[in-house]
């Protein structure tokens, strides 16, 4: 199992300068090896049905790939020494970086979905790098030994589990200051509960009049944090626009724009976090609606939905089932909210109708209420709750068997 924890880094003065230093020059590189593809990708592509008879055709070269351009990290430090400053292993990843962002661009993810062309990154847009390994050990009280940049002070408000190995290690430069992002594994835990629970199954429903409704009929409120602090950050963002460009002042009213909206993404993650893990700790079987998220932002719902967060909720929500051995299920939602839960019938109703009137069987409860219990039934006749109730089912009767005769 593998999961990630983060804490504050305080590092002193010195190690601070080291850090933009670093931060600047493996951007440098990053916007260098990307336009190195991008100049091969446009000298080297054409459409078969767009080439012109008469064209100048470039000096054909072989394709920059991932080990061709870490090929070029040596002469690199040969032709600009100050190079020699950045750990090595660090320096590769820029190369991985660029090599991630460009396949996707080219190729897609797993899934086919290609992403849109990759950006050269400004000095304040590149604000990570990476040590890929990191030595047993590294970990001292509440220092971290950083190569080449020494130990630094970390704030550590929770212990590293017992058994987890350190694997990778990111710094982060934020608004408010310099986190550590630490990847831990551990091979002995099991990615999946053994004695999960098929029957302990509830269904949610997310929506903006309440965060979620349960298939029980529980419902969790909105917090809706960013529609609370708009009077704060308007009064915040004029003073940007008040401020001259390229001034001092205007970069601090920018830096403090940047607090106020990590204060806003903090609690609404919070909040994500406590909700799913209330969630986790009463069922073992979570089903959602499988939502195109992307598509509700770009409507006039936008504002409200991206306050709701949801995409970022049934992320963690997914991720710690995985932790836990347990089922995050995401259905289909088609018609969840037009069908009746107790008949299956199509009861047609607009958005503004938030009851659920049933003319068929007189079924009637809530809107939401009633799209849980929908997407809940969904969820037993998935094919992975089948199979984990079939376990769970042959494992209870090989215990009833073996099971020693008792006295009466």
């Known amino acids: 199992m593998i999961i990630a924890y983060q804490y504050r880094l305080k590092p002193t003065k010195h190690q601070q300068d080291k850090i933009d230093h670093w931060l600047s020059m493996l951007c440098a ?63 590769q990843d820029v190369v991985k970086r660029v090599k991630l962002a460009f396949d996707r661009f080219i190729k897609g993810d797993s899934n086919g979905k290609r992403s849109g062309r990759p950006r050269f990154k400004k000095q304040h847009r590149y604000r990570t790098f990476t040590y890929p390994q990191m030595k047993e050990g590294c970990l001292e009280g509440n220092l971290i030994n950083l190569p080449k940049i020494g130990k630094v002070k970390i704030v550590l408000h929770r212990p590293i589990p017992d058994g987890f190995k350190i694997k990778t290690a990111s710094i982060t430069k934020k608004c408010d200051g310099y986190y550590l992002v630490l990847s831990l594994e551990d091979k002995t835990v099991p990615e999946v509960k053994p004695d999960i629970n098929p029957d302990s199954i509830i269904g949610i429903d997310v929506g903006l009049k309440e965060f979620l409704t349960t298939s029980e009929g529980e419902t969790v409120n909105i917090p809706q944090y960013y529609r609370r602090s708009q009077k704060r950050l308007r009064v915040i963002q004029k003073r940007v626009s008040r401020r001259k460009k390229g001034g001092k002042n205007r970069l601090k009213a920018i830096k403090q724009l940047g607090k106020q909206h990590k204060k806003v993404a903090d609690k609404r993650k919070n909040f994500h976090f406590k909700t799913a893990n209330y969630l986790l700790l009463k069922y073992d079987v979570i089903a959602h ?20 967060g949801w995409s970022s909720f049934l992320a963690i929500l997914a991720s710690k089932a995985l932790n836990a051995g347990l089922l995050a299920i ?45 997407i809940k039934n969904r969820a037993e006749g998935q094919s992975v709750l089948k199979a984990q109730r079939l376990l769970s089912d042959s494992r209870t009767g090989w215990e009833a068997y073996t099971e020693p005769a008792r006295s009466v």
């Open 29 to 91: 590189q990053y916007n260098y090896l990307l336009a190195d593809r991008f100049r091969w990708y446009e000298e080297n592509r054409c459409s078969i049905n767009a080439c012109p008879l008469v064209c100048y055709l470039p000096g054909l070269r072989d394709n920059p790939d991932y080990y061709s351009q870490k090929k070029t990290l040596p002469n690199l430090k040969k032709t600009h020494p100050w190079y020699k400053e950045i750990y090595s292993q660090v320096l």
């Open 289 to 308: 609606e499988k939502l195109n998220i992307k598509g509700l932002a770009k409507s006039r719902l936008a504002k409200s939905v991206l306050d709701a």
């Open 330 to 374: 995401p259905v289909s939602a088609q018609n969840t909210s037009q069908n009746c839960s107790n008949c299956g019938k199509r009861v047609p109703k607009k958005l503004h109708v938030r009851w659920h009137d049933c003319p068929h069987c007189g079924c009637s409860l809530d809107r939401d209420h009633n799209a849980a219990i929908n």
